[in-house]
């Protein structure tokens, strides 16, 4: 079954710390892969998206994600993190063929120390 | 580009009563999907739409819940005889095709009492 796992509930990081967020995912043929933001109270936001070629992706409010075939894996970055990105993230994938569902992840809640 | 509109964004409701909940995407956008999510999870799948047929519907969706998009437009999620365990946000979301990605609205925030 195509699922998308996020391994990593809970993660805090000091301002400035780099960050890095895991996602893996299991499907047939390589999906699309998104990463979305949610602040409390708030919907859903885009940060970035993976369709083919280059496997660093960049993203809105500076964050970047790696796509590695052989890892099945989507893991988003940001070199220095500030304390306006604390929120929760999803990892996210939609297949090429068949079901055009997107599945997610259970997400990744983000707390930054001042 | 104005958004995709979700209405209302709260409701309240005793158990057993019928609640219908409006969406409204993003206009050039034919595929429309609703999605449930709970405290502390990710969005949760219910159905999807592309133009005004139905292609694919979860099977953790019960009897009691229903969608429509009749002009392939506006889209109405229906849940009858509600259920405590139906209090959850209710996200739809909009998307072009080829794997673009969604756009969701903020919510209809449903609590069954």
């Known amino acids: 079954a195509q699922s998308v796992t996020q391994p990593d509930i809970h993660i805090t990081v000091s301002e400035g710390a780099s960050l890095e967020l895991r996602c893996n995912y299991s499907?047939?043929?390589?999906?699309?892969l998104f990463w979305y933001v949610q602040s409390p109270g708030q919907g859903l936001q885009l940060l970035l998206k993976?369709?083919?070629?280059?496997?660093l992706v960049q993203g809105i409010k500076g964050f970047e994600a790696e796509f590695k075939r052989s890892q099945s894996s989507f893991n988003l970055r940001k070199p220095s993190v500030h304390w306006s990105d604390a929120a929760e993230y999803f990892c996210?994938?939609?297949?090429?063929?068949?079901?055009?569902?997107?599945?997610f992840g259970t997400g990744t809640r983000l707390k930054v120390l001042a | 580009d104005t958004g995709v509109s979700q209405n209302p964004r709260h409701k309240i409701t005793k158990r057993g009563q019928n609640v219908t909940f409006r969406c409204d995407p993003i206009?050039?956008?034919?595929?429309l999907y609703w999605y449930r999510q709970t405290l502390g999870q990710g969005p949760e799948f219910l159905t999807y739409?592309?133009?005004?047929?139905?292609?694919?519907k979860s099977r953790l969706l019960s009897d009691r819940f229903s969608a429509e998009r009749p002009k392939g437009s506006f889209s109405t999620l229906e849940i009858q005889r509600t259920e405590q365990g139906d209090s959850a946000m209710y996200l739809c979301?909009?998307?072009?095709?080829?794997?673009?990605?969604?756009?969701f609205g903020n919510g209809t925030r449903l609590t069954v009492t």
């Open positions: 739409f592309q133009n005004e047929a139905q292609l694919e």
């Open positions: 206009s050039e956008h034919n595929r």
């Open positions: 996210a994938a939609h297949g090429t063929s068949g079901t055009y569902k997107y599945i």
């Open positions: 993976y369709f083919s070629g280059d496997t």
């Open positions: 979301a909009s998307s072009g095709v080829g794997g673009s990605p969604l756009h």
């Open positions: 499907y047939g043929a390589t999906p699309y």
